[in-house]
């Protein structure tokens, strides 16, 4: 089992930056892909990033892609989401996760874990 757990989202004017940070706890030592992904209501999950275990070849949709940065510490179980140039669009419940195979997130755009999410809110 791996616990997850989100922390730095908030209220944010367009335009501005957030670090999200997720840290994993419980079966770490396995080499997991991590992602993001975000939810608002009435709209479907979309995977915000990817990063594998080396933390090369991280991956973004055309909606974030030059604006938000995904990095991994593995000493520390940690990941994070750098967001830059935020916009209202943005606004959403984003959600760490991880899996043991790649294409159960690239792919499937699903995990094996989930944390609980954390809000972030982008005024115009």
């Known amino acids: 089992q791996v616990q997850l757990v989100e922390s730095g989202g908030g209220l944010v004017q367009a335009g501005g930056s957030l670090r999200l940070a997720c840290e994993a706890s419980g079966r770490t030592r396995s080499r997991y892909t991590m992602a993001w992904f975000r939810q608002s209501p009435g709209k479907d999950r979309e995977l915000v990033a990817a990063?594998?275990?080396?933390?090369?070849?991280?991956t973004y949709p055309d909606s974030v892609k030059g604006r938000f940065i995904a990095t991994r510490d593995n000493a520390k179980s940690t990941i994070y989401l750098q967001m830059n140039s935020l916009k209202p669009e943005d606004t959403a419940r984003y959600y760490c996760?991880?899996?043991?195979?790649?294409?159960?997130?690239?792919?499937?755009?699903?995990?094996?874990?989930w944390g609980q999410g954390t809000q972030v809110t982008v005024s115009s």
């Open positions: 990063i594998r275990w080396t933390g090369d070849g991280t």
């Open positions: 996760a991880a899996a043991l195979a790649a294409h159960t997130i690239g792919v499937r755009k699903t995990a094996d874990y």
